[in-house]
């Protein structure tokens, strides 16, 4: 913020001192206030920021399908304009990403071939997406791996990739997060999902007991409720749901699941 700041302060031009101004009431929470900067600087000059701006905000700001297609044609103007190729790989990134979502996938990776080819190194996310909504995930797993060889913080590469392949892979994938990001804390409710299946409940409730010991929300302590309520234990079940409703005490599933342990309690 205070760099953003510093930015307006100094802009050279008024268009650009609004797309800071807009960044700024964007950050803070005044979306509509940010997309009116952005188009008061594309009237007085249709710059690659600008139309960034507006792309990005009104992407953020409308859940409206109908939206996706005036985002994709402001990332079309950004990229007609001139910029440097950090900023243009990570407007060809989104574009590729509104066009999966809008399911044109072919144009999608285009985009993300594209980026991949000014060094968009995060395009190789996007690229696996599309080979995974293709079905062909062995191409999609052969794409993460190269993002991960090329990541410095490899920890969420790791995660993703896990996605696109078997259980034995996928488990040493998400070790290999554990250890490079022990608070990452997806790995944890995998590997108690998996140890649940496998009928070995007390490893399951330990393994999202090392996760709650660094992040107790609503989730973990909601599975490990569930987990608890399966074993018999009524009184680790209902202790874990009093956490969660303290936080949220509104939380439906956890009002349900503390409802139906609280009759069983002796």
Same mark, same amino acid.
């Given at each position: ?97 509104? #066009? ?31 080979? /995974? ?23 969420? =590469? ?55 010991? /660094? ?7 909601? #599975?490990?409720?569930? /987990? ?8 680790? =079940? ?29």
């Amino acid at each position: 913020m205070r760099s953003l700041e510093l930015a307006r302060r100094h802009a050279s031009s008024e268009h650009e001192r609004l797309v800071y101004e807009g960044w700024i009431l964007y950050d803070t929470g005044h979306c509509e206030e940010g997309l009116r900067k952005a188009e008061e600087s594309i009237k007085i000059s249709r710059s690659f920021e600008a139309f960034f701006l507006k792309a990005y905000a009104l992407a953020d700001s409308s859940l409206d399908s109908s939206c996706s297609s005036t985002v994709i044609s402001l990332l079309e103007n950004a990229l007609k304009c001139p910029s440097d190729n950090l900023r243009k790989g990570q407007a060809l990134n989104n574009l590729g990403s509104v #066009l999966v979502d809008c399911g044109k996938l072919d144009s999608a990776a285009d985009c993300y071939i594209n980026a991949l080819k000014i060094r968009h190194t995060r395009a190789h996310q996007g690229l696996a997406r599309v080979h /995974f909504l293709k079905n062909d995930k062995a191409t999609a797993y052969v794409e993460m791996t190269k993002l991960i060889e090329k990541a410095k913080n490899n920890a969420s =590469a790791y995660e993703k990739r896990s996605e696109y392949c078997d259980r034995d892979l996928t488990k040493a994938d998400l070790e290999m997060v554990t250890r490079i990001d022990p608070l990452r804390v997806y790995p944890y409710r995998y590997r108690a999902a998996v140890l649940m299946d496998s009928r070995k409940e007390k490893e399951a409730i330990a393994e999202l007991s090392r996760a709650i010991a /660094f992040k107790a929300d609503l989730h973990l302590l909601h #599975l490990r409720a569930a /987990f608890h309520e399966h074993v018999g234990d009524v009184l680790a =079940a209902l202790r874990d749901c009093r956490a969660a409703l303290s936080v949220d005490p509104n939380h439906q599933e956890m009002l349900e699941l503390h409802s139906r342990v609280n009759s069983h309690e002796p």
